[in-house]
């Protein structure tokens, strides 16, 4: 059991959309990442994600409305909800999502990154 330090993990990359994982719990990886510009339009068909903004503002897009997300503020997106992350500015997040999820659903393509731990 140790601590976990967000701010010197995320000292530790720079790339963005590529998250990372710190820790885990249970069947769930709790990752960090960066974000700026636009995602890929995408969603999970059994896995829900909860995006905690640390630093900066997140612009969650759904196909029938948009949600900004704060510092200090957390989204839940529930399985099968199409929705597309996009960030003005360099926004840090941290995730908790089941050890199953793949960033990019069930799109694939070039943005799809493997779990990689720091």
């Known amino acids: 059991m140790e ?9 530790l990359f720079a790339d963005h959309w590529s998250p990372k994982v710190v ?4 069947d769930f990886h709790v990752k960090l990442v960066k ?7 995408h969603s999970h068909e059994t ?10 503002r997140l612009r969650m897009q759904f196909r029938d409305r948009e949600v900004l997300v ?4 957390f989204i839940v ?3 099968g ?3 597309c992350p996009a960030a003005e500015n360099e ?20 943005r799809k990154r493997e779990p990689e731990w720091i």
């Open 81 to 83: 909800t199409e929705h």
């Open 23 to 26: 820790g885990e719990v249970n």
């Open 70 to 73: 704060e510092p200090g503020e």
């Open 91 to 110: 926004v840090h997040v941290l995730l908790i999502e089941p050890k199953s999820a793949v960033n990019t659903g069930s799109v694939g393509g070039e």
């Open 3 to 11: 601590k976990v330090n967000l701010s010197q993990k995320l000292s």
């Open 77 to 79: 997106v529930r399985r």
């Open 47 to 56: 896995e829900d994600e909860l995006f905690l903004v640390l630093q900066g």
């Open 35 to 41: 974000l700026q510009g636009e995602f890929v339009w």
